[in-house]
Nanobody, 119 residues
């Protein structure tokens, strides 16, 4: 099992910045990816950004150039720096951890942290 503890988030005005972080603990996989998804009211959960243990990143088009994902493998922690925030970025942000071992995929989720961007 992998446990994910999220921190950060909160309320900010449009154009401002926020950061969230997520620390993984437990049965850490050597091959893994960590990322952030978000879910706004009435909408489906969507990928925001992800980063593999090798440092390969992937971003949703809507956040490219504004958000930056990074990780500290020694701390099993992923960070998401969100700049130039827009009201449409308002959502619950969920940390995601995907581990792979012997051809199997293991998927874990954090409890979610609220990000509110006021106009």
């Amino acid at each position: 099992q992998v446990q994910l503890v999220e921190s950060g988030g909160g309320l900010v005005q449009a154009g401002g910045s926020l950061s969230v972080s997520c620390a993984a603990s437990g049965s850490i996989f050597s091959i893994n990816a960590m990322g952030w998804y978000r879910q706004a009211p009435g909408k489906q959960r969507e990928l925001v950004a992800s980063i593999t243990s090798g440092g390969i990143t992937n971003y949703a088009d809507s956040v490219k150039g504004r958000f930056t994902i990074s990780r500290d493998n020694a701390k099993n922690t992923v960070y998401l720096q969100m700049n130039s925030l827009k009201p449409e970025d308002t959502a619950v942000y969920y940390c995601n951890y995907v581990g792979r071992r012997y051809g199997f995929k293991y998927d874990y989720w954090g409890q979610g942290t609220q990000v509110n961007v006021s106009s």
